[in-house]
C-alpha cells in the first residue's frame, strides 16, 4: 500500500484503507504499520495515519521496542502526543496479557519449562526485576502467584518473612521462586545464588520447601534445579 502525502484515509481508493483490508482479509493480512494506523486514526497535517504509524515504527524499530519505551518517549514523536500515545501504550499491554498464560489456580506444574512458558511472555521485557513466589499445594498445584519485590534494574530486596508470610497464610505445601533480569541475560549473579541459599535454608525451617528458583531472561531462563545450583525434591521432576 503506497503512502498518499498530505491525503487523509477516507479518500484513499477502499482497498487500500487499513480498516477495510482488516474487515475484509483479517488482521494478520495487515502490516504493523496498518495495524498501528487503525489505533491512531487520525494523522496530522502532513501525514495520514499509516504515515504517522510509520514514522512511530521507525523511530523505535521494531513492537518490542515499541512496547518498551516510556510514554514520554512515545509521546514526543511527531503526530503521537498523549493521547495517542496512551492508545498505544494499552493496545500493546493488552496484547502482551494475551501471550502471556498466567498461572492460575489449579495449574499442576510438571517441570521448569511450564513455568517459564507461562511467565516469561510478562517478564520479559519488563525494565525492572519483579521477585515472585508461585505457593504451590501437595499435588504441586498452584494455589496462587504473589509479587514480593520490584526493584531497580539491578537489585531487588526480598525477605524471608515477605515470601514465607503468604505462603503461611495459604496453607502452602512448598513455594517456587520466579524473578526476571533486565539485561535479558538468565545467567544468576552471586546475589541470586545467596538469596537462593537464604530462602531454601528459611523454608526448611518453617517447613515449606523451595522446590526451584527460575531466572527468566529474554527467551532463555536458569532453572536452579535443572542445573544443579539446588537439590531437586522428590515432588519436582527435572526438566527433561
Sequence with gaps: MSERAGSSIKHWPEEERPRERLLRYGPEALSDGQLLAILLRTGDARRSAVGVARDLLGRFDTLRALRAAGFAEMAAVPGIGQAKA?????????????????????????????????????????????????????????????????????????????????????????????????????????????????????GEVIGIPVLDHLVIGDGRYVSFVDQGLMAPRPSVPRQP
Design 86 to 202: 496512551a492508545q498505544v501504550m494499552a493496545a500493546l499491554e493488552l496484547g502482551r496479557r494475551a501471550q502471556a498464560q498466567p498461572l492460575q489456580t489449579g495449574t499442576p506444574l510438571r517441570g521448569s519449562r511450564d513455568v517459564f512458558e507461562a511467565c516469561a511472555p510478562y517478564l520479559r521485557d519488563l525494565k525492572q526485576e519483579i521477585f515472585q513466589v508461585v505457593l504451590l499445594n501437595g499435588k504441586n498445584c498452584v494455589i496462587r502467584t504473589v509479587t514480593i519485590s520490584t526493584g531497580s534494574l539491578t537489585s531487588c530486596l526480598v525477605h524471608p518473612r515477605e515470601v514465607f508470610a503468604p505462603a503461611i497464610r495459604e496453607s502452602s505445601a512448598s513455594v517456587l521462586l520466579i524473578h526476571n533480569h533486565p539485561s535479558g541475560d538468565p545467567t544468576p549473579s552471586r546475589e541470586d545464588m545467596a538469596l537462593s541459599r537464604r530462602l531454601v535454608g528459611a
